[in-house]
C-alpha cells in the first residue's frame, strides 16, 4: 500500500510578512543589546514592581504605509522602553516633533536615508523580494533597495485581471422582440 505524501504547505504573504516584522523588531532591539535607547533602561533590569523591562521597537516611518519596504529596514527602528515609547508624556507616539529631533540629532545618516527613501514603494506581495528581506533582517543588516527593485523587476508578478470583450451582461441577454419594444414604450 503506497502512503501519501503530503504536499508542504505555502505559507500566506501576509503570514511571512508578519513573521518579518518579529524579525524586523527583533533586530531592532539586539542591536543595541535590548536598551532603551532614549533613557538608557536595560531588558534585564527590574522595575519599580519587580518585573522585568521589556523593550520595544518603534518605527519612525510608519509601517502601514502599503508597499513600502522601508517597515522592515532596521534603520527606520529605534529600541525604547514602553515608557519611552507609548506611555510617558514625552514618548515617541505621544510626541512625534520629539521623535523626529531626535533621531535628527542621534542618527542623522539613518534620518536622511529615511527621508530620502521614504517614497519608495516595492511589491511585498511577492515572495522572492520577501526572501531576500529576511536574508537580510536574519544577518541584522539594512536593506539594500536597489536589489530588492532588482529583484521584483527580475520576479514581476502578474497581478493583472484579465479582461472580458465587451459588457458580460449584453453577452447573456435574450434578443428583444418587437413585443418587448412595444411594452417598453407603452
Known sequence: MKTKTKKPK???VSTIRRRLLREWSEAVRSRVDFTCELCGKKKANLNEK???EKIDA???LAKEIK???LKFDIRNGVAVCPFCHKFGIPSFHRDPVRTITWLIQNRPDDYAFIRDHADIRIDLENRQVLEEIEKRLLAKEPLNLEKLKEIEERFRRNTK???LEGNIFDQLSEPK???DELS???
Open 184 to 186: 417598453l414604450s407603452s
Open 10 to 12: 505555502i505559507k500566506k
Open 67 to 69: 508597499d513600502c519596504p
Open 161 to 163: 485581471k484579465p479582461e
Open 50 to 52: 519587580g518585573v522585568h
Open 58 to 60: 518603534h518605527h519612525f
Open 177 to 179: 422582440t418587437d413585443l
